[in-house]
Each structure stands twice: as structure tokens, then as C-alpha cells.
T-cell receptor
């Protein structure tokens, strides 16, 4: 059974800090790993990773995948209060539809002013 | 990515009743999905809404409880039937626009069953 484990489960930092969120996974047939930010109800797409070692970057956020060690990290630099959210890691396994994702428990990030 | 609109945004319902959630996409999409997020839990796929045929349900979800319609490539509904407090969740419509594209979510429906 495919599995996604995120750590830490919660994190409290101050504005300006840099954070690293972790996602480890087990899967029989890997297709992609995705990161989402969830504020209130709707998850917002951040990154989709398919290849090892290639960093994806968007502003202060970046993410990388290690398919050998079966993990991914999401980095946020110079955090702001608007970064406070739940960050979800999700796995799409080959052989299933592109919409069938296995989600981790999420990391609750709180950024204090 | 597509713009995905869900309604209602939230509702409070009595046990034993049913609620239908609507999902409208601003472009035609082949793949449309319904997810549930129970309080304090992560997201779980309920079913794939197939246009022109019956929905494909995941283990633990059945058509009698969660009937789904998909009359065309831009619209779908999910009904939560004979509700109990355990159905209190966020229900999310989601789509994949194309092959190798990520899943995008609608704004969600927060359902509370009393």
C-alpha cells in the first residue's frame, strides 16, 4: 500500500526564519510527488516533482525530490505570516489515474510576526 | 489551470437529510474527482466522476451513500445521502486538466451535520 509520512506535524517559527518540511514515501510504482498549501478549505498547488535532484523554485519556496532515498523536502525562506497554513505532500502512483493521490497528514506551519 | 467553482461553500444539515454539492469548471476537463477531508484528517478520494458513465468509487465509499452525476465535461454533482454527524467534513471537487498535469481543487464545501 502506498504511504506518505510528513514531518514535523507542526512547526512554529518567527517571520524571517527558514523552514524545511519533510515528506517520505513508500510506493510500488512512482509517477509524481506533489506539494500543496491548504488555508481554510482548498489546497493550492505548489509543486509537482517527477525527477530526482532537480530543484523546483517559486519565489521563496523550493522543493526537491530524492527517488533513491524516497523523500522530498519543501523549503520556505524568509517566512512571512501569510505562509501560515497546512502543507500537504501527496503521491501519485503509476497505474492509477492522475487524480488519485495519496496524501500525508500535513505539516501545520505557524509563522509569528 | 482551470477555475473550479463549488457550491454551497458551507452548510449545516440535520441528520437523515441529503445535500447535493455542485462543481462547475470553466473549461472542459476529462478527469474530475471528489475528495473528502474529515476533521483533523488528510484528504481521501471518494470517487472519480466519469462523463457519460457511472462514477468509479474507492474502497469504503458506495454509490448509495455518495451518488455522483457528471452530465458533461464541465459539471458534476456529489450528493451526501442520509447524513450522520460522521459525514461532517470538507468536500472537495478537483480536476486534472491534461496528462502529466497536477490535480487542482475547487474552493470546497464545509458540511456540518447535527
Amino acid at each position: 500500500e502506498d504511504k506518505v509520512v510528513q514531518s514535523p506535524l507542526s512547526l512554529v517559527v518567527h517571520e524571517g526564519d527558514t523552514v524545511t518540511l519533510n515528506c517520505s514515501y513508500e510506493v510500488t510504482n512512482f509517477r509524481s510527488l506533489l506539494w500543496y498549501k491548504q488555508e481554510k478549505k482548498a489546497p493550492t498547488f505548489l509543486f509537482m516533482l517527477t525527477s530526482s535532484g532537480i530543484e523546483k523554485k517559486s519565489g521563496r519556496l523550493s522543493s526537491i525530490l530524492d527517488k533513491k532515498e524516497l523523500f522530498s523536502i519543501l523549503n520556505i525562506t524568509a517566512t512571512q505570516t501569510g505562509d501560515s497554513a497546512v502543507y500537504l505532500c501527496a503521491l501519485n502512483a503509476g497505474g492509477t489515474s492522475y487524480g488519485k493521490l495519496t496524501f500525508g497528514q500535513g505539516t501545520i506551519l505557524t509563522v509569528h510576526p | 489551470s482551470a477555475v473550479i467553482s463549488q457550491k454551497p461553500s458551507r452548510d449545516i444539515c440535520q441528520r437523515g437529510t441529503s445535500l447535493t454539492i455542485q462543481c462547475q469548471v470553466d473549461s472542459q476537463v476529462t478527469m474530475m474527482f471528489w475528495y473528502r477531508q474529515q476533521p483533523g484528517q488528510s484528504l481521501t478520494l471518494i470517487a472519480t466522476a466519469n462523463q457519460g458513465s457511472e462514477a468509479t468509487y474507492e474502497s469504503g465509499f458506495v454509490i448509495d451513500k455518495f451518488p455522483i452525476s457528471r452530465p458533461n465535461l464541465t459539471f458534476s454533482t456529489l450528493t451526501v445521502s442520509n447524513m450522520s454527524p460522521e459525514d461532517s467534513s470538507i468536500y472537495l471537487c478537483s480536476v486534472v486538466v491534461g496528462v502529466n498535469s497536477p490535480l487542482h481543487f475547487g474552493n470546497g464545501t464545509r458540511l456540518t451535520v447535527t
